[in-house]
């Protein structure tokens, strides 16, 4: 399975997709939740819940 | 993986990233504002447990010095409400406090400071401003101003 269609299937409130998609992410979200030398669980949770916003507010029409 | 779909990846992303950089900008200042009011309850702690004692004994010998009424003691309390300000003059030393209290709350001019108190009226003026200036450094500088 491709990413576009990973993508149009999250879109569509697919809860594994949207697992996927955060699993693919979760390295950058990992990177930005170190606040000052700490892991932030909080912080950690609202990327999460910002790469689900995200993938339902993404711009991007399907040709 | 073809082209559109390698930009839709590459779009997404960057989206993504700039979505999560916002995120922690905006979560960090929410809890710092959070933390800054703690601070100060806090503080305020503090100063009822120890520096309002300190500074009353420190008010009620200046007071005795200059013949003034125990009333006044409640006054400068009632003035300096903040508790930041109030650990702010608890760090100053004798002189500086004494000057400081002279010119704010009693509203005299230097020169009759340095009368009072037998200093050059210079040294009333740099002691006076230096102490404005560490309690500015004290609370932080701009940010908080006085």
Redesign the interface.
């Known amino acids: 399975m491709g990413f576009e269609e990973l993508f149009f299937r999250a879109r569509k409130e697919d809860k594994e997709a949207m697992m996927k998609i955060i699993e693919m992410y979760r390295p950058l979200m990992i990177k930005y939740a170190f606040v000052d030398g700490k892991f932030d669980e909080d912080l950690y949770q609202e990327f999460v819940y910002r790469i689900l916003v995200c993938i339902k507010k993404f711009p991007y029409n399907k040709k | 993986?073809n082209v559109?779909?390698k930009d839709?990846?590459n779009?997404?992303?960057a989206?993504?990233?700039a979505?999560?950089?916002y995120?922690?900008s905006e979560?960090?200042e929410k809890r710092t504002k959070i933390r800054n009011s703690e601070v100060i309850l806090f503080e305020n702690e503090d100063v009822n447990e120890e520096g309002m004692d300190d500074i009353l004994q420190q008010v009620e010998k200046l007071s005795e010095n200059l013949g003034q009424e125990v009333l006044q003691i409640q006054l400068l309390l009632d003035q300096i409400s903040n508790s930041k300000i109030y650990r702010a003059v608890s760090g100053l030393n004798k002189d500086q406090k004494e000057i400081l209290l002279l010119r704010i709350l009693y509203l005299k001019s230097f020169e009759e400071i340095s009368s009072m108190l037998n200093i050059k009226q210079k040294k009333v003026e740099n002691t006076y401003y230096n102490a404005i200036k560490k309690i500015r450094i004290i609370l932080g500088g701009r940010n908080n101003g006085i």
């Open positions: 993986m559109e779909e839709l990846l779009q997404f992303s989206y993504v990233k979505s999560i950089k995120t922690k979560y960090l």
